[in-house]
């Protein structure tokens, strides 16, 4: 019900953007958010945003780098990601949850997508 694409191999310094579609109108009022786990490590939270898009919350390693917007619209959340760095290197996935802190706190989501690779190099 959560489709992710936009990754692929990108130098270090530069920039993807990331999609996540909903295929149910009905997420249109869930939080939803980018969890984020490389080879070997736990899956980790990266961004939420509020189902009315003005809440929005970042992990302190991508503050400032990464920005997440959605588009209730076309059921489409985004996650732009500029001045990768190496250590951004993982399978990125979308959710979605009924409550914010679902995303945010617990990293427990309703909804998880598939997830899209993505691989920085120096």
């Known amino acids: 019900q959560l489709q992710a694409s936009g990754g692929g191999l990108v130098q270090a310094g530069g920039s993807l953007r990331l999609s996540c579609a909903a295929s149910r109108r009905t997420f249109s009022s869930y939080a939803m958010g980018w969890f984020h786990q490389a080879p070997g490590k736990e899956r980790e939270f990266v961004a939420a945003?509020?189902?009315?898009?003005?809440?929005?919350y970042y992990a302190d390693s991508v503050q400032g780098r990464f920005t997440i917007s959605r588009d209730n619209a076309k059921n489409t959340m985004y996650l732009q990601m500029n001045s990768l760095k190496p250590e951004d290197t993982a399978v990125y996935y979308c959710?979605?949850?009924?409550?914010?802190?679902?995303?945010?706190?617990?990293?427990?989501?309703?909804?998880w997508g598939q997830g899209t690779q993505v691989t920085v190099s120096s």
């Open positions: 959710a979605a949850g009924r409550s914010y802190g679902s995303i945010r706190y617990h990293g427990t989501p309703d909804y």
């Open positions: 945003i509020s189902w009315s898009p003005s809440t929005t």
